[in-house]
């Protein structure tokens, strides 16, 4: 009898020692399902927005939008509109306002077939045609991201971000949100100043922000004006930000490539309205060299889900997989799903992943 209990444990201790060598295991999903489109010459999702069980993806080289509705009982796609752009004017978003899709111009939005001039145009702050976070409408106000020209302009000096920009879908009349990110609060180097991402859901007209070098959750509520702030360091971080890339600053993209490759970052934050509940994307650090003495890439990263409540609470941490490029969430009800661009031998695919989950349970997915 003792010795076949021991033999147990051996055999118990060998399985655990090749469970820990073999990584992390990430869940499987529900259901996974491709959605073949038109080939393009970009590889990852652009300009994504997502409202409800609809999501647009802007395609600037065929200069159209297409709108995909996701089919809640089958967890599958369809192709529902495309919208051609106007070529003569420059895009600076899109999005949704209820069912209609709108896009926003420098000096103008139409929603729908409604043309909306601006007023305050110079407000519109953007350098780059996709926004890290789509727009949103919230009691006639379209929220959208107001990228930090001063980030741009002066990044060794620049304090503060104003993350938001309000348009009165009423009047047209466009300002910024009165609310402001301490930058200095986030960690890491100055350098990365002048490519400030942040991620942005709301919550019970709470905006709630993240920073890709900073563990830190920011919140703003429009109707109290309430503010605050809140550290949720994932237990699975062990390095510091932007420590990684080797010490040139004077090639400054060089060195911008190397921590988004090395460096820990927190990205891609969504709300759940039907449980209250947060998610966030959490790519682990890794070493910039691989053992072969080549670099690393973005795709061997691993990345966390975080399961946080609307009082920023954690609840959970999942390992998802390693990093794919340009990962959207979209959730309802007690599905996520992860889309994504694919390419292979077959042509280019929209891939979305479906997971059941339940928040209360230690597993999380179902």
């Known amino acids: 009898m003792r010795k076949f209990i021991l033999i147990l444990l051996i055999i118990t201790a060998i399985s655990a020692c090749n469970f820990f060598k073999r990584g992390q295991v990430s869940p499987k999903p529900n259901k996974s399902y491709m959605f073949k489109i038109n080939p393009s010459v970009v590889n990852r999702l652009n300009g994504i927005a997502i409202e409800g069980n609809k999501f647009l993806n802007i395609d600037a080289i065929n200069n159209k939008v297409d709108v995909f509705e996701i089919e809640e009982n089958e967890d599958t796609l369809k192709l529902i509109k495309t919208v051609y752009l106007d070529s003569k004017d420059f895009l600076c978003f ?34 780059r045609i996709y926004a890290v976070f789509p727009p949103k409408i919230d009691d006639n106000i379209l929220y959208i ?10 990044p060794l000096t620049v304090e503060r971000l104003t993350p938001e920009i309000q ?3 009423s009047s047209g009349n466009v300002s910024t949100v009165n609310y402001e990110i301490p930058i200095a609060t986030s960690e890491g180097s100055y350098f990365l100043r002048d490519d400030m991402y942040c991620s ?15 563990a830190k959750i920011f919140s703003f509520n429009t109707t109290t004006g ?3 702030s809140k ?19 004077a090639d400054y993209v060089s060195y911008l ?18 449980n209250n509940i947060i ?4 790519h682990k650090e890794q070493q910039l060299y691989k053992k072969d003495g080549k670099k690393n890439t973005l795709n061997n990263r691993d990345v966390f889900l975080q399961v946080i409540d609307s009082n920023l609470n954690l609840l959970n941490e999942i390992y998802i997989g390693k990093n794919t490029n340009g990962v959207y969430i979209q959730t309802s009800s007690n599905k996520i799903r992860f889309l994504n661009l694919i390419n292979n031998e077959n042509g280019q695919f929209i891939k979305m992943d479906t997971y059941r989950f339940d928040k209360n349970s230690s597993d999380f997915f179902l």
């Open 145 to 154: 991201e107001n990228n930090c020209i001063e980030c741009f302009a002066n």
């Open 200 to 214: 942005r859901t709301i919550l019970n007209k709470t905006h709630f922000f993240t920073i890709e070098n900073s």
């Open 279 to 282: 998610f966030r994307l959490f």
């Open 257 to 274: 490539l190397d921590n988004n490759v090395c460096s820990p970052g927190y990205y891609s934050i969504t709300a759940n309205e039907d």
């Open 167 to 169: 348009i009165d879908i």
């Open 231 to 249: 550290n949720i360091l994932s237990k699975n971080q062990s390095a510091a930000f932007c420590d990684c890339g080797e010490n040139d600053t």
């Open 226 to 228: 309430k503010t605050s």
């Open 94 to 127: 899109a999005g949704f306002v209820g069912d209609s899709v709108v896009l926003g111009y420098e000096n103008k939005i139409t929603i729908g077939s409604r043309e909306i001039k601006l007023s305050n145009a110079n407000q519109l702050q953007y350098d």
